[in-house]
């Protein structure tokens, strides 16, 4: 399968100011800390972590949203890091994004035509049949009445807000789209139709999808394969049906085993790892591996030594001195 996206070792740090009138630099939130990652055509790769691990920072970053502190990132082949601005604007019909909030992710002033319109027009782009035409198109593929163009963005419910940001994500047919946690503000009757919309819309176009979700239930309905993030940091990578039958990081298989279980019977049997306290303040990681101070089977090498993800066999990958290959060993 050939890599529509290919991300290595990318940092982005934000600088940390003291107050007063000449503040200075006091120190660095890093809040991505060497993620590498890499996303197939046609294929979906699901980032999934607590509030706050970096999920978000990453996706934007790799769309150029962000500025990058160091690392790689390359879209098709072609390295983007260090391009301009102006050397971006071509690049961005092969990248969109789509927002959490479909809201406030859309002008409220302009008409949802002009809204679908405007990578055509930035792009500089012609349709055939005209821009018009393809708009009405656009909104018909995603499940909204064409005759409704000339309606703003306030007239329409959550869940169509989101179409028209979907709509407005494919116009210039991309390669790769980014999805930050595109459900997680609707109902949950809605967040099956726009996963099941994105599903049909990856099959007809060959899209790609770096899909960032807290919900595991949604990531689990949609991805092919799963990368765990914690603080900033790649913990674990696999395929869907790997990572959520034999999760080897203890952080992975705290989240699994967080996962409601319809069956009560099942629900009583299985283990319940919680995790202790807080996530550690990305200003001042923990030294060695950054989940030692939160982690249940946590050894005096985790404390000094920085894991590195290694394949553990099939493509599944994880950064643990101590993987799970023994569910056993995740007694307290």
């Known amino acids: 399968m050939t ?3 290919r991300v290595t070792d990318l940092r982005v740090h ?4 003291s107050r ?23 294929e979906t790769l699901g980032l999934v972590g607590e509030s706050g691990c970096g999920k978000s920072t990453t996706g934007r970053a790799i769309l150029r949203l962000l500025p990058i502190t160091s690392g790689r990132v390359e879209i098709e082949g072609t390295d983007i890091t260090d391009l301009s601005r102006r050397q971006m604007r071509p690049r961005r019909r092969e990248a969109q994004m789509i927002f959490q909030d479909p809201y406030n992710a859309l ?3 302009q008409t949802v035509g002009s809204i679908i319109a405007a990578p055509f027009r930035i792009q500089k782009v012609d349709p055939p049949g005209g821009v018009r035409a393809a708009v009405r198109d656009l909104m018909d593929r995603v499940g909204l009445n064409p005759e409704h163009v000339n309606r703003y963005p306030n007239e329409f419910s959550g869940g169509q807000r989101q179409r028209i940001g979907i ?13 930050d946690e595109p459900v997680s503000a609707l109902d949950v009757s809605i967040q099956a139709q726009i996963l099941n919309l994105l599903s ?13 979700a807290h ?13 765990v993030m914690y603080l900033g940091s790649i913990v674990e990578v696999a395929s869907r049906e790997d990572i959520y039958s034999h999760p080897l990081h203890p952080y992975t298989y705290a989240l699994m085993s967080a996962i409601p279980v319809p069956d009560p019977h099942l629900q009583a049997e299985r283990q319940r790892i919680v995790l202790r306290g807080d996530p550690p303040s990305p200003v001042d990681p923990p030294t060695g591996c950054t989940f030692h101070t939160r982690c249940h089977i946590a050894q005096e090498r985790c404390r000094t030594e920085i894991p590195v993800l290694r394949d553990m066999g099939g493509g ?13 060993a995740t007694a307290t």
């Open 107 to 109: 002008n409220p002033r």
């Open 215 to 227: 919900d595991l239930a949604v990531v689990r309905h949609i991805a092919q394969r799963v990368a």
């Open 167 to 179: 709509a407005r994500a494919i116009a210039l047919q991309p390669r790769l789209i980014v999805c």
């Open 3 to 5: 890599d529509i996206v």
């Open 14 to 17: 934000f600088p940390v100011k």
């Open 20 to 42: 007063g009138v000449f503040p200075r630099t006091i120190g660095q939130v890093k809040a991505v800390d060497g993620v590498s990652l890499h996303i197939g055509a046609g």
């Open 316 to 328: 599944h990958e994880v950064a643990c001195h101590f993987p799970l290959t023994d569910l056993s």
């Open 200 to 212: 049909t819309l990856q099959e007809e176009f060959q899209l790609s999808y770096l899909f960032i």
